[in-house]
């Protein structure tokens, strides 16, 4: 079965630090997607990143950057000089296996909090 | 904002009624998700439709049904509510129906209060 493991519930950190949100995953199967949400206190939930288990480049998008290594089948999140609207609940997703393509397995979320 | 519509964006009820939630996919997309968001279960996924299709499962109550109608719009129906259908429901669309991991776009959210 699918699982993914978030396993920081809290993390506090004071702006301009950098935060890296840990997600592990398990799955069987040899393709499968991975992604990042981000839910901020008003509660809807933003896309952030998308990544299939064939490419393990490295991403960054301006201060959000991501580590796929899949030798440790881990997915974390980098946040460098975190920022007050950067509080909010991520969420770490992995993909179904055929042919429940659509279905997200999500993580527990960790909630980050950043004071000013 | 996603694009995805979901109204109403709070509703709340009393036990044993029955409600309906609404959902407006992204313009193309031809999948719509249901996920409930609850404190003791966290994101569970409810059930997909593709093009008007049941396409995927997840641990849905009986008491909930759901479908997606020719303009792709979808309805969440939860009947004989208990308390415990208390909870954030979320609609999410993507163009595809996941096979190539296209990206899932969620809405707001329909806060449901049962009391």
Redesign the interface.
């Known amino acids: 079965a699918q699982k993914v493991t978030q396993a920081q519930t809290e993390i506090s950190v004071v702006e301009k630090e950098d935060v890296t949100l840990d997600c592990v995953y398990e799955t069987r199967d040899t393709t ?2 991975l ?1 990042w ?1 981000k839910q901020p206190p ?6 952030l990143i ?1 990544r ?1 288990s064939f490419d393990e480049q490295n991403e960054i998008s301006g201060r959000y950057s991501w580590n796929f290594q899949k030798s440790t089948s881990s997915f974390n999140f980098t946040i460098t000089a975190s920022q007050v609207v950067d509080s909010a609940v991520y ?1 770490c ?1 992995l ?2 296996a ?9 993580g ?2 960790t909630i980050l909090t950043v004071h000013p | 904002d996603s694009g995805v519509t979901q109204t109403p964006k709070h509703l709340i009820t009393a036990t044993g009624q029955r409600v309906t939630l609404r959902c407006s996919p992204r313009s193309g997309d031809l999948s719509v998700y249901w996920y409930q968001q609850s404190l003791d279960q966290g994101l569970q996924f409810l059930i997909q439709y593709y093009n008007g299709e049941e396409r995927a499962k997840g641990n849905i109550l009986e008491r909930f049904s759901a479908q997606q109608f020719p303009d792709l719009h979808s309805e969440l129906n939860l009947s004989s509510l208990e308390l415990g259908d208390s909870a954030l429901y979320f609609c999410a669309s993507s163009v595809g129906d996941g096979r190539f991991g296209n990206t899932i776009y969620f809405g707001e959210g329909s806060w449901l209060t049962v009391v």
Do not use: C, D
Not at chain 1, 42 to 47: A, I, K, N, R, T
Not at chain 1, 98 to 106: A, E
């Open positions: 499968y997607y992604f949400y008003s509660g809807e939930l933003v896309f998308r299939n969420f997703a993909s179904e055929p042919p429940s393509y659509g279905k997200l397995t999500f527990q979320g």
